[in-house]
Structures are given as structure tokens and as C-alpha cells.
């Protein structure tokens, strides 16, 4: 069926260092890959998204690539900080109105 | 705006038993959606709608209905309680059908 893998699980880096997650889909009709951060206990919130007509996308710190070919998308964060650490989920549109989600990376900053 | 709203915060069900769990948008969003959270775990979609009378299945819907009589509300109604519907429960809307999802502070279900 349609899935969304995200790797890794978890994910411990030093301050300042850069983060990698990596996402693969499985519907080659999809053109929409959003990624939603979420703090413990709060809700999850887009931090950046990206349509399949374009291959990379950046905001500050954070830039989101896309390979439709391999159906792979990634979230790259630079010069990580302590309030980087949560949850990172990655989506993909699934057909019309459903986005499915990856299980999500625990993004750890240590100080 | 007070964005997605959802009520209650906190619930616990004893096996069996019947509850709605509501979802409000004030942002005139015509796409709702609700997920479920287990521990650990990434966002899985329940039902969705795409406007008021309108409503389909997601990934997981068995032991789930939902209605939307109007473009603010998308209630959730859990028939039967069961320990496998312990979960934290998202509302979320969308303005598009492709476009950023607005999620509410979540409901913590619990199951007993």
C-alpha cells in the first residue's frame, strides 16, 4: 500500500553541526512533501514544504531537496541548535486531500 | 483566530463506553482531517473531509465515525471503547488540499 519511510528514528548531533532526514514514498503520483516539526507535548507545526516541480527549497537554517526520480525528499538543518531538538515527521500527498505520514526522527541537540 | 480548537483535553473511557471528541476551525477551512498519535509513532489519518456534507475513510477508520454539518465542526465518535484506541487524537484543517496543515492541541485518549 502507500507508505512513507523516514530514517532514522533518532538522530544525536552536537551543537552547531548539521541534521540529515531522510524520507522515501512509494506513490509516484505524489507532488506535495511537507515537514512538521513537533515539541514534546505540543502539536506538530510546518516548518517547510516543497512541490514536485522544484527540486530544493531553503529557509535560514533549514532546506528541504527533493529526487522525484528515486522518490526520495530529505530535510537538511545547518548550525543546529538546542531548540532544534523534537520531532521531525516528513508527509507526502497521497491522490487528492491525504497527506501519510513518516514515523518521525527524535532530533537531539546536545549542548 | 483561534485556529483549531479541540475538546476535551484529557478523557479516560472505560471499555466499551461511547464518546465525541469535537474540533472546531475558525479559519473557514474547507479540508479537515483527524489523526491518531500512538507512542512513539508517526500521524496516522482517520477520516477526512473536503467540505461540509462530505466526509471519507483514511488509513485507520474502523471503530471511528465522523460527520460535518458545517465548515467549522468535524466531530469524532468513537463507538465501543477499546484498549487498542488508547492514542493521542489531532484535528487538523487546510485551507487547500495540498497546502499546510493546521493541527489542534490534540485530545489524550485513554482506554481502561
Known amino acids: 500500500g502507500e507508505n512513507v519511510e523516514q530514517h532514522p528514528s533518532t538522530l544525536s548531533v552536537q551543537e552547531g553541526d548539521s541534521a540529515v532526514i531522510k524520507c522515501t514514498y512509494s506513490d509516484s503520483a505524489s507532488n506535495y512533501f511537507p515537514w512538521y516539526k513537533q515539541e514534546l507535548g505540543k502539536r506538530p507545526q510546518l516548518i517547510i514544504d516543497?512541490?514536485?516541480?522544484?527540486g530544493e527549497k531553503k529557509d535560514q537554517r533549514i532546506a528541504v531537496t527533493l529526487n522525484k526520480t528515486a522518490k526520495h525528499f530529505s530535510l537538511h538543518i545547518t548550525e543546529t541548535q538546542p531548540e532544534d531538538s523534537a520531532v521531525y515527521f516528513c508527509?507526502?500527498?497521497?491522490?487528492?486531500?491525504?497527506?501519510?505520514f513518516g514515523t518521525g526522527t527524535r532530533l537531539k541537540v546536545l549542548a | 483566530n483561534a485556529g483549531v480548537t479541540q475538546t476535551p483535553k484529557f478523557r479516560i473511557l472505560k471499555i466499551g463506553q461511547s464518546m465525541t471528541l469535537q474540533c472546531t476551525q475558525d479559519?473557514?477551512?474547507?479540508?479537515m482531517y483527524w489523526y491518531r498519535q500512538d507512542p512513539g509513532m508517526g500521524l496516522k489519518l482517520i477520516y477526512y473531509s473536503v467540505g461540509a456534507g462530505i466526509t471519507d475513510k483514511g488509513e485507520v477508520p474502523n471503530g471511528y465515525n465522523v460527520s460535518r454539518s458545517t465548515t467549522e465542526d468535524f466531530p469524532l465518535r468513537l463507538e465501543l471503547a477499546a484498549p487498542s484506541q488508547t492514542s493521542v487524537y489531532f484535528c487538523?484543517?487546510?485551507?487547500?488540499?495540498?497546502?499546510?496543515?493546521?493541527f489542534g492541541p490534540g485530545t489524550r485518549l485513554t482506554v481502561l
Open positions: 479559519m473557514n477551512h474547507n479540508y
Open positions: 508527509a507526502a500527498s497521497m491522490g487528492t486531500y491525504k497527506y501519510i
Open positions: 487538523a484543517s487546510s485551507y487547500s488540499g495540498e497546502g499546510s496543515l493546521y
Open positions: 516543497i512541490r514536485s516541480n522544484v
